[in-house]
Antibody, heavy 122, light 107 residues
């Protein structure tokens, strides 16, 4: 059974850096074809794909946020870490991590964490 | 980035109805499309991948079709637990992009 859980601060101030950790079980990020993505959802709005890291350490970023995002993995701890710099109130959202199978063209996000709401406010 | 447009934005229907939701891509994405269901306060759930493949454990009343730019999600007979918001997601190339969602409500 695959499980994922996001953790990190619930409140950050504008201009601060957000660090979120996705801790997972039931799979290995050393397995070919496996990845973890971060996806967010502002309150009442649609989902937005942010970034993806694959078993081979390939990383793909949203072009609109590329300069602010960093994703890393620690396979020994079964964790993926997202950092987002220069936070702004428009970044207020629920942040999800999700397990993926396949590569671009054939990706499926088949297991998701429960999400963590991050509010950006002074 | 590829734009995904879902229609309608909202839909009222009754238990037992057959409903069809539509997703259109701004360019050819072959069959690189998934459908996700989201209930309030919950994470999205994968229903369909590769445009028409049913995810394991998802009821057979859900089906997907289409390729290229036009895709549909059909629910053959609505059940009370199907009232939710549905999102399409293109995974043909990066950045992956979601549609804006279709909210399915009880009539």
């Amino acid at each position: 059974q695959i499980t994922l859980k996001e953790s990190g601060p619930t409140l950050v101030k504008p201009t601060q850096t957000l660090t979120l950790t996705c801790t997972f079980s039931g799979f290995s990020l050393n397995t070919r074809g496996v990845g973890v993505a971060w996806i967010r959802q502002p309150p009442g709005k649609a989902l937005e794909w942010l970034v993806h890291i694959y078993w081979d350490n390939d990383k793909r970023y949203s072009p609109s946020l590329k300069n602010r995002l960093t994703i890393t993995k620690d396979t020994s701890k079964n964790q993926v870490v997202l950092t987002m710099t220069n936070m702004d109130p428009v970044d207020t959202a629920t942040y999800y991590c999700a397990h993926s199978r396949g590569i671009v063209g054939d990706i499926m996000f088949d297991s998701w964490g429960q999400g963590t709401l991050v509010t950006v406010s002074s | 980035a590829i734009q995904m447009t879902q229609s309608p934005s909202s839909l009222s229907a009754s238990v037992g109805d057959r409903v069809t939701l539509t997703c259109r891509a701004s360019q050819d994405i072959r069959n690189g499309l998934g459908w996700y269901q989201q209930k309030p306060g919950k994470a999205p759930k994968l229903l369909i991948f590769a445009a028409s493949s049913l995810q394991s454990g998802v009821p057979s009343r859900f089906s997907g079709s289409g390729s290229g730019t036009d895709f549909t999600l059909t629910i053959s007979s609505l059940q009370p637990e199907d009232f939710a918001t549905y999102y399409c997601l293109q995974v043909y190339n990066y950045p992956c992009t979601f549609g804006q969602g279709t909210k399915l409500e009880i009539k």
